[in-house]
């Protein structure tokens, strides 16, 4: 498996190099330098000579892919695109264009996020395999029509209906919980109820739905049939059994989710004012910040490649017939 | 059970954001929505970081927070500057001379100031910095401004005022004033060079003089420009020259503190009412009063007409009132405006979102508080900003510019059909006044009344100002040679509007602007891009019309007339100049020059007011309108006053904390019946789910009666 991991990281290399590059010429496809400087120094009174200013002082002097005016090896190095790739492989992230240190921006943001994310996500799964088993158990029953109803409404509503109308409800008007803000440590739970509430509630419809199609599927195997005859009762049915096997298609979808908890959800953070990671890159975007964007975009790359990987991994701990080499 | 044991301490305010001990205290609770870039004055030059570090430092002057029109006074001078004018061989001469070659201003300071506590200013026995050369171990232990548990201070001295414009001067400082200083201040242009040729520690750049910055002793500084020109005066107000502590910078230049956030660009060093203590902008800033200040007093006049007199109940009393002021980071206007209604904000403005919840508009257009905010005692000011937005015409295109009649005509024709009360009344919901020329009201040389009407789109009826009739327009555009909209050989007129607008949101816009041509038979294409394309078009002068807006720097009608300066057009300065209407009428640019030099005056005035007579009848631009602002305050919250151009008037607030706490709790019990009821519904819908899986436990099978195998 060994072998597996790290030959998987190797094939990483490429696709970040990839990435990183699509990155650079989209950015600089929408703004040039001389854009980012005009945002950053302001609209007003922005002299040329200060735009040269900004760029020397940001490394935005330098060509973006092929220095035609130095020699050798340096026709490439002394580009910003490599200076300013390398560095994202040992993850310095370097400064934002407004100077603050990105890696602790980072490291400060993500915790909010992953107080929203981690419980939403776990609590939000365990509701989700638990109802659907529930439906699965009286599968054709009225309860299965009316959930599957339930299912699609809370499908087919926007999730910023739901945090619209949770802070209303349950801030407004009975006065519960908070609206917005964070506080750090067990204080910050009055602030967390209603958006971890809200947002295992807005994933209910599909997450139901996708658990109960899979278990059905399963349902009628002969495995199910056996331990049936066997005279188990329905629940070790279907928590010995027809859960453990329907693991493997939840897993494909589930975890390679769980590394990118920790870049948070942009309209969640944004309404409940909790300061994640989730508008991080937009907010960037908006302001032009080279600097975040790139290290922003290149985490969640690797994010994701660790979720895939995780994901194979996790294969061979619930289905003996994978073997990773 | 977990809602009411993590938020029971308090059990009548589940709800409330903050601590009920802060609430108890005179703190102001407020919020910012994006973070700000740059707290270092010399480099800041953006409303929401100046609503900071307005705060914190101290420019020699000030705007009196009551007066209107707008006026200056010492802040921390003992009197205005002293102002003489001289030769070109620096020989005193008359104010009305015309051999003025440098005007220079001498400041005299109010000698026992001091600045806020900060680690900078402790010295060790031999008088050395502490703080100025940390090891690496002892930096180590540093994360936060907090950790530096020695502070000190010492007193204000005139050549912080100097060292300020000398870091203004450093070319990677990226001042956004250097351009205009360079050209003002005798000597800065040299010394911009030699101190920009590589880097120059603070202690050397403390020794080093500008021919122009003269300190005379402690407490006293000469500052000598170019020639006339009284509006520096109003340069002498902003955050530019806000005096700097060269220790502060050899403190914050040393290696490992920028990795760490702590530099002068996010730990302000002042001498202001308050101190930045804490600084995270991807969550809260906080505010508190600085302990050394003691030169501040609540104004004992001044109250302009029609103020309320209760605004000088604090008259001469020490400020500030506020001892702290958390801001909170709230990216959403909904939660904002809920948690104000719920008192946990003092102040709000007005969203468009919530504008019909907070304001009606009564039949004469006024705006009013609902009923609904009067009754939780919510209080409001309106005041038109010393703003304008503005639909510009590129003079230098050979359709909608030139100055021949023609040309003029379609323009005037133009400017009466684009209808902006309708604007104002449908994407402002009213927050606005149609403006008559470029001088927003508030400004020295705007004239109200019908003296101030643009009676080349407006007529005077019944005391108030009446777009002329779409006839006339048409009649226009048919002498400008378009009759209905239509060119001499019959093809109808089409006209190129570039705009920056591209969201979903904008379409009702841009479909409005379309209408307003309509009406003229001429047909809108609307060039949407991005706002970086948009402003290479505007400096190339490559768009037809547009739409852009300017805020005041200073109250004074140059800083709105030099936007129609030839000189300013982005055609002669190769895209560099702020007309980007490409505006340049010879005389105009020749008033101008007049009054650039001139002190307000009955003949500045009579001066102005024959400029903004050309340019309305000229119509490079259908003048667009001037905003509203509205501020929504609590009835807790005291001495509130708009002043748009001053940026320090948190010192002059006042909170009463026993009524803040008494109605946010009187607001804010909690509704208990909905959780018994759910606990209820929970435990009836379990009943029914637990038989029916003992019935399907205890189900047989039944084999099929007919058919199959």
């Known amino acids: ?325 | 059970m977990t809602l009411i044991s993590v938020s029971g301490c308090e059990q009548s305010r589940w709800n409330s954001p903050y601590e009920l001990g802060l609430a108890k205290q005179p703190t102001l609770f407020s919020s910012f929505s994006s973070k700000p870039k740059h707290l270092d004055p010399v480099i800041s030059y953006n409303a929401n970081e100046w609503s900071i570090i307005g705060q914190v430092y101290e420019p020699p002057l000030q705007y009196h927070y009551l007066k209107r029109p707008y006026s200056l006074e010492p802040l921390t001078l003992q009197s205005m500057p002293e102002v003489t004018f001289l030769n070109e061989q620096g020989q005193p001469i008359s104010k009305d001379s015309t051999d003025i070659a440098f005007s220079e201003y001498t400041l005299y300071l109010n000698p026992s100031i001091r600045y806020q506590p900060h680690p900078a200013f402790v010295k060790d026995i031999t008088g050395h910095l502490t703080f100025a050369n940390l090891s690496a171990d002892k930096l180590s232990d540093i994360t936060t401004m907090e950790d530096f548990k020695q502070t000190d201070t010492r007193l204000l001295m005139a050549e912080d005022y100097a060292y300020a414009i000398k870091r203004m001067a450093v070319q990677l400082n990226n001042s956004p004033i250097l351009g205009t200083m360079k050209r003002l201040i005798v000597g800065l242009s040299d010394f911009s060079e030699q101190v920009s040729l590589s880097p120059v520690k603070p202690q050397a750049l403390q020794k080093m003089k500008i021919t122009g910055v003269q300190v005379v002793s402690g407490s006293e500084l000469k500052i000598r420009i170019y020639g006339k020109y009284p509006q520096f005066l109003y340069w002498l107000s902003m955050n530019f020259f806000a005096p700097i502590p060269w220790e502060a910078e050899v403190f914050y230049n040393q290696p490992g503190l920028a990795e760490k956030n702590i530099s002068l660009d996010t730990y302000p060093v002042g001498t202001g009412a308050y101190q930045l203590v804490e600084n995270n902008p991807n969550k809260r800033m906080r505010l508190v009063a600085n302990p050394n200040y003691d030169h501040g007093f609540y104004p004992e006049s001044g109250l302009s007409e029609g103020a309320d007199p209760v605004l000088l109940k604090d008259a001469g009393k020490q400020l500030p009132f506020i001892k702290e002021v958390v801001y909170s980071l709230e990216k959403e206007s909904v939660p904002l405006w809920n948690k104000f209604l719920q008192g946990y904000y003092d102040a709000s403005g007005v969203s468009s979102d919530s504008f019909d919840q907070a304001i009606s508009i009564s039949g004469g257009g006024h705006l009013n508080l609902t009923p609904e905010m009067k009754q939780k005692g919510i209080q409001f000011l309106n005041t038109v900003e010393p703003t304008i937005y503005y639909f510009g015409f590129n003079m230098a295109d050979p359709v909608v510019g030139g100055y021949s009649k023609k040309q003029r005509k379609l323009r005037q024709a133009l400017s009466i059909a684009l209808n902006f009360e309708e604007y104002i009344s449908i994407f402002m919901n009213g927050r606005g006044v149609a403006a008559q020329g470029p001088i927003p009201p508030g400004i020295f040389g705007h004239e109200s009344g019908q003296k101030g009407i643009n009676s080349i789109v407006y007529d005077w009826k019944n005391g108030h100002p009446k777009r002329k009739p779409i006839e006339v327009a048409k009649k226009l555009l048919a002498e400008a040679g378009y009759p209905n909209g239509r060119k001499s050989n019959g093809e109808p007129l089409v006209l190129h509007y570039d705009t920056a607008a591209t969201g979903p949101d904008s379409k009702a816009q841009l479909n409005w602007y379309r209408k307003q041509f309509a009406k003229l038979g001429i047909q809108l294409v609307i060039r949407a891009t991005d706002y970086n394309r948009f402003q290479d078009k505007m400096r190339g002068a490559k768009g037809q019309m547009f739409t852009w807006g300017w805020n005041a720097d200073y109250p004074d009608p140059e800083n709105f007339l030099f936007l129609l300066n030839g000189a300013q057009s982005v055609t002669q300065t190769r895209g560099a100049g702020i007309n980007y209407a490409n505006y340049d009428n010879p005389e105009f640019n020749r008033l101008f020059k007049k009054i650039k030099t001139m002190e307000n005056s009955p003949e500045r005035l009579a001066l102005i007011q024959k400029m903004v007579r050309i340019v309305q009848k000229d119509a490079p631009w259908a003048w667009g309108f001037n905003p509203k602002s509205l501020a929504l305050y609590h009835s807790w919250y005291h001495n509130v006053w708009p002043n748009p151009l001053a940026n320090n008037t948190l010192k002059y607030k006042r909170i009463d904390a026993i009524e803040r706490v008494t109605k946010q709790k009187a607001w804010n019990k909690p509704v208990i019946w909905p959780i018994v009821i759910v606990l209820l519904l929970l435990l009836i819908s379990i009943y029914p789910l637990i038989k029916a899986y003992q019935a399907r436990q205890k189900a047989v099978v039944v084999p099929h009666q007919k058919g199959g195998l």
């Open chain 1, 1 to 325: 498996m060994l072998a597996y991991i790290i030959r998987r990281l190797l094939f990483a290399v490429p696709i970040l190099i990839g990435v990183n590059l699509i990155t650079f010429a989209l950015f600089f496809m929408v703004n040039t330098p001389d854009d980012m400087a005009r945002v950053h120094l302001g609209a007003k009174q922005t002299s040329p000579e200060m735009i040269t200013a900004w760029k020397q002082i940001h490394g935005y002097d330098k060509p973006l892919f092929y220095n035609e005016k130095a020699s050798g090896l340096s026709k490439l190095n002394e580009t910003l695109f490599v200076q300013e790739s390398l560095k994202l492989f040992w993850f310095d992230f370097g400064q934002s264009d407004d100077g603050r240190q990105i890696s602790s921006d980072i490291k400060e943001r993500m915790w909010p996020s992953l107080a929203i994310a981690l419980p939403t996500f776990i609590i939000g799964l365990i509701t989700n395999i638990a109802i659907a088993l529930l439906i699965v158990l009286f599968r054709g029953s009225v309860l299965d029509s009316a959930t599957m109803v339930v299912a699609v409404a809370i499908m087919s509503i926007s999730g910023l209906f739901y945090i619209i109308a949770g802070q209303v409800l349950f801030s407004k008007i009975w006065h519960w919980v908070p609206i917005s803000g964070y506080t750090d440590g067990w204080d910050g739970m009055k602030f967390l109820i209603l958006p971890i509430l809200i947002g295992i509630f807005a994933g209910l419809g599909a997450g139901v739905r996708w658990y109960r199609s899979i278990f059905l599927e399963e349902i009628n195997k002969d495995y199910i049939r056996t331990a049936r005859a066997k005279g188990l009762s329905e629940i070790k049915v279907l928590f010995g059994h027809l859960l453990q096997n329907g693991l493997l298609p939840i897993l494909t979808g589930v975890v390679v989710v769980i590394p990118t908890l920790f870049m948070g959800s942009l309209i969640m953070e944004s309404f409940f004012g909790i300061p994640g990671l989730g508008s991080y890159t937009i907010d960037a975007i908006h302001a032009q910040d080279f600097g975040i964007v790139k290290s922003m975009v290149f985490l969640g790359s690797v994010l994701y490649i660790i979720g895939l990987i995780l994901t194979d991994i996790s294969y061979t701990f619930f289905d003996p017939r994978v073997r990773l080499n």
